[in-house]
């Protein structure tokens, strides 16, 4: 059974598209040598599912990202978005990196109107963008620039850049890393509420076994690069979700244990 | 503390000690201005006091202008609560009033009135002032020239330059065939190719041109092309996972992240050029600033050579005044950028 989120976003199917990641590999060339990066990775996700990718740093997470967004090509295996080979980036697969990222040379309103600019839809529908905005609470800094955000607000505008395209699937790479712990936990419930809101597939990497859990339907546990997936655990948990829940707590542990860190818990 | 000696030192009696207080405030609130209105006198009473050792027309009007000069300042200081924004200008210009004030009565004096600089070599303020209500059509006409010729080539140059650092930095094959000859030729002085250009081009005029395009293109090409070759692969992660094509990539990534760099490169182009304009001006197009200067020295005209140095800075310090302008319009998004 999946959470009550998910099963509201399966009324609305338009709104996410299903992933399929099918035996990827993938390695960097480096001075001739080969590193090793995703070693026949397989994971299949359901429309308007989130899912959370956890791993040990360097395993090749980012990596994947890459390859889901289409920046770059995997050297063996497929990725398909609703049966659709991904071959290239579009703006229907948007990422928010773990730096926002905002063009520094864009007011808050432009980098917000970025993606319907480049897809040259913006002179029509210039209103998602004031919306995107109001959606993440920030239309009164539209004309500021990003030097003068903080740092949870400018991830907020990535944020909105990311959602005003309506993605099928949004792809979140350590989104709230840099984050001190109160605009993270803030961040987290806006980013469920926003998932629940417009059902997309949300595919979240986070080095925080406890923002995986209150967040996911799904936590996918990696190996040490070349990453392979060890554990994909099932979170059957409404929302919102307490952080003290003890059936969340033992997941946590089982978790923190698949990464080798048995013995502080 | 110093008011209050002050205070002790004239009298005991309490409204006296106030009144004291309030001239020492005024007089650290306006000294300076008084002090300009001084300088200025004095520069005044110099061009006045003692007959000139030479034969120059404009000293007594010199002399009066000072002595306007100084009523203004004065004026300016009392009244500056009535006068706003235009009282504070004053203030805050008031001891460059002063140091001008001071350096203008002692050059005259040390040449109109006692010759202590050799004539002609240092010509007094009043021989400048004479070039220009004398000599006025030649100098503006020499500098309608400049600015012609100067902007013509600067424009051609920037443009040039600007397409050429984005084509170098955005195309690998195009940066394959430019980088060499722009590493082969750029570092050389433009000026070294006078000789060539003046008997190549149709014109001395069109060679002068290409001479000034060529010393503002090499630093705008370079840095353009740094500009655009350092502009983070994040940036365009972003933008074309938003879905932008290659001309998007071009034009509203590459091109505004580079922009900081493309000035610098303008700044650079600019001063070089200037160089460039001077000199081609001196040796072939008889024409504009540069040959102004030329003359004056052919006749020993000394004070129309100091006359169009001043204009000269006037108008190169304009133009790079301009340059900022455009630059901190185009570039509010920057913090801390330097002010001109
Ligand atoms: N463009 C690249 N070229 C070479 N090596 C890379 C590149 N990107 C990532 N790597 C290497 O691949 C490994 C996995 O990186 P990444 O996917 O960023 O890890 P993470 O799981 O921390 O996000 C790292 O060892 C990194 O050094
Ligand atoms: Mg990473």
Not at chain 1, 27 to 39: N, R, W
């Amino acid at each position: 059974m999946v959470g009550a989120a998910l099963a509201e976003a399966i009324t609305h199917p338009a709104a996410g598209a299903a992933l399929d990641i099918e035996q990827v590999s993938h390695a960097f060339d480096i001075d001739g040598a080969e590193l090793p990066v995703l070693s026949d990775v397989s994971i299949s996700v359901e429309p308007g599912e989130f899912v959370a990718l956890l791993g040990p740093s360097g395993c090749g997470k980012s990596t994947l990202l890459r390859l889901v967004a289409g920046l770059d090509k995997p050297k063996a295996g497929r990725l398909r978005e609703d049966e659709e080979r991904i071959r290239s980036p579009h703006p229907s697969r948007v990422v928010v990196f773990q730096d926002p990222t905002l063009f520094p040379w864009r007011s808050v309103w432009d980098n917000v109107a970025l993606g319907l600019e480049a897809q040259g839809i913006l002179k029509r529908q210039r209103q998602r963008v004031d919306d995107a905005l109001d959606l993440v609470g920030l239309s009164s800094f539209r004309k500021a620039y990003p030097h003068q955000l903080s740092g949870g607000m400018a991830q907020r505008v990535a944020l909105a850049r990311a959602l005003v395209n309506d993605p099928k699937i949004l792809i979140l790479d350590e989104p709230l890393g840099k984050l001190d712990s109160l605009t993270r936990i803030t961040m987290q419930a806006e980013i469920v509420a926003l998932w629940q809101r417009k059902g997309f597939t949300t595919l979240l990497v986070t080095h925080d076994a406890e923002e995986a859990l209150v967040l996911a339907n799904r936590v996918i546990v990696f190996s040490e690069r070349p990453a392979r997936v060890k554990a994909d655990i099932r979170v059957d948990r409404p929302y919102p979700r307490h952080r003290g829940d003890p059936y969340l707590a033992d997941l946590r542990r089982q978790i923190l244990g698949l990464l080798g860190l048995d013995a502080t818990w | 503390m110093s008011t209050y000696s002050l205070s002790d030192g004239l009298a005991s009696g309490a409204p006296r000690t106030s009144r004291a207080l309030l001239l020492a405030t005024w007089l650290r609130e306006s000294g300076v201005g008084v002090l300009a209105s001084v300088a200025w006198i004095a520069f005044g009473l110099s061009c006045l006091w003692w007959e000139d050792v030479g034969d120059w027309s404009r000293t007594h009007s010199l002399g009066i202008a000072a002595f306007i000069i100084a009523a203004v300042a004065l004026f300016g200081t009392v009244g500056a609560d009535y006068l706003g924004s235009a009282g504070q200008a004053l203030h805050k210009r008031a001891p460059w009033l002063v140091a001008l004030g001071t350096l203008l009565t002692v050059w005259e004096v040390a040449t109109a009135k006692f010759a202590w600089l050799p004539l002609p070599f240092f010509p007094p303020p009043q021989a400048i002032i004479e070039v220009y209500t004398d000599d006025l059509p030649k100098l503006l006409d020499s500098v309608f020239a400049s600015v012609k010729l100067q902007l013509g080539g600067y424009l051609i140059g920037a443009t040039v330059g600007f397409l050429t650092g984005v084509s170098i930095g955005w195309s690998r094959a195009i940066g394959y065939w430019v980088h060499p000859v722009l590493r082969f030729i750029g570092p050389l002085p433009a000026t070294a190719w006078l000789p060539i250009a003046f008997f190549t081009f149709p014109s001395s005029w069109s060679a002068s041109t290409f001479l000034i395009a060529l010393a503002t293109g090499f630093p705008v090409t370079v840095l353009t092309w740094s500009g655009v070759a350092s502009v983070s692969n994040a940036y365009y992660d972003v933008a074309r996972t938003l879905g932008a094509k290659p001309s998007f990539l071009v034009l509203k990534v590459a091109i505004p992240a580079a922009l900081p760099h493309v000035f610098v490169g303008l700044f650079m182009g600019l001063g070089s050029s200037f160089a460039v304009l001077v000199v081609a001006e001196m040796i072939g197009v008889k024409a504009g600033l540069g040959w102004y200067l030329q003359w004056a020295q052919g006749w020993a005209a000394y004070a129309n050579m100091y006359a169009a140095l001043i204009v000269m800075s006037l108008l190169c310090s304009g133009a790079i005044t301009l340059l900022f302008s455009i630059r901190d319009r185009l570039l509010v998004w920057q913090k801390g950028t330097v002010k001109w």
